[in-house]
């Protein structure tokens, strides 16, 4: 059974950067596309990034653009998420997200998640 366990959230201030990871087990990783959700208190999840198994094709929200890079180590079953310049608006619960065993990142961002991690709070202090 596939679990996403996600680390490195945390509280920072406003401009600070932060990096949070999301480790797969029970299940293939390497033509998987990961990704990530957020959500804030009262919203749905919202998609973040994704990024396909060959690290080739990635997709970003709008609002992160320029900011945030996705990234992923195939060996080690892990996905990154690197935040810089966080605003406060970036305050949100980070979700990892998995699509199916062979997927693309296009489909992750269109919703279709196959597996969710527990989430990792992010909270940005002005």
């Known amino acids: 059974q596939v679990q996403l366990i996600e680390s490195g959230g945390g509280l920072v201030q406003t401009g600070d950067s932060l990096k949070v990871s999301c480790a797969l087990s029970g299940g293939t990783f390497r033509r998987r596309a990961m990704g990530w959700f957020r959500q804030t208190l009262g919203r749905g999840r919202v998609f973040v990034a994704a990024?396909?198994?060959?690290?080739?094709?990635?997709k970003y929200a709008d609002s992160v653009k320029g900011r945030f890079t996705i990234s992923r180590d195939n060996s080690e079953k892990t996905v990154f998420l690197q935040m810089n310049s966080l605003p406060p608006d970036d305050t949100a619960e980070y979700y990892c997200?998995?699509?199916?065993?062979?997927?693309?990142?296009?489909?992750?961002?269109?919703?279709?998640?196959?597996?969710w991690g527990q989430g990792t709070r992010v909270t940005v202090s002005s």
């Open positions: 997200a998995a699509g199916g065993e062979v997927s693309h990142p296009i489909t992750l961002k269109a919703g279709r998640v196959d597996h």
């Open positions: 990024i396909s198994g060959d690290s080739d094709n990635v």
